[in-house]
């Protein structure tokens, strides 16, 4: 490890003023010095006969490679119908396709935004299970499940809950410790 660990982040939500690219930068922030980039999930949507015809697309290539040169990973999820978003769902089995196995062994923290009065807590359980088979070192705590989540954030994209971010700078405090 450098002494600026590289660090990515991954957010299930595509809009720019998702509060989950919200989390993730704010994930990020608290974590410390770190040379940090938002990966670009927006991808095309797996169809086994494109990848057969096509091979994988360069964009989950170079997805894959960028989580793999990483120390650490950050992934926050929405809750769609009470599961992860199809964003990250597609973007996990893309880079499953791949020969890379960028996940073995990584730091990963993940957390969600939502809505609901839940945070996302069932959401963020699905993407725990969706990674299991790809052997990350999860982080297993504190969990933050960001509930209610666009009033929880002022106009700079700072969390503003004193509990959040005493849970989420806790969250970073243990993924940095898995850095080194």
């Known amino acids: 490890m450098t002494d600026t660990p590289r660090l990515v982040g991954l957010s299930g939500a ?26 670009d ?7 086994g006969d494109d ?12 997805l894959a490679e960028k989580i793999k040169s ?28 791949t020969d890379i196995a960028p996940w073995a062994d990584k730091p990963v923290a993940v957390m969600s935004a939502a809505a ?7 959401g963020q359980a699905m993407l725990r299970q969706c990674l299991v088979a790809f052997q990350p ?4 705590g504190p969990e933050v ?13 700072r969390l503003t809950g004193e509990i959040y971010i005493k849970t989420l700078t806790r969250l970073m405090e243990k993924l940095r410790a898995e850095v080194g």
Request: no cysteine.
């Open 51 to 62: 990848e057969a015809r096509d091979g994988v697309p360069a964009a989950v290539v170079t």
């Open 145 to 157: 499940h960001l509930a209610g989540s666009s009033k929880e954030f002022d106009d700079d994209g």
């Open 137 to 140: 070192r999860l982080i297993t």
């Open 14 to 39: 595509l809009r720019s003023g998702s509060t989950n690219r919200k989390l993730v930068h704010e994930a990020a922030r608290l974590f410390g010095p770190a040379d940090f980039e938002e990966l």
């Open 41 to 47: 999930l927006n991808l095309p949507l797996y169809d």
């Open 70 to 97: 990483a120390e650490a990973v950050i992934i926050s999820t929405p809750e769609y119908n009470k599961g992860i978003s199809g964003v990250l769902k597609n973007a996990l089995d893309w880079i499953s396709r």
């Open 116 to 122: 609901g009065r839940a945070g996302g807590e069932r």
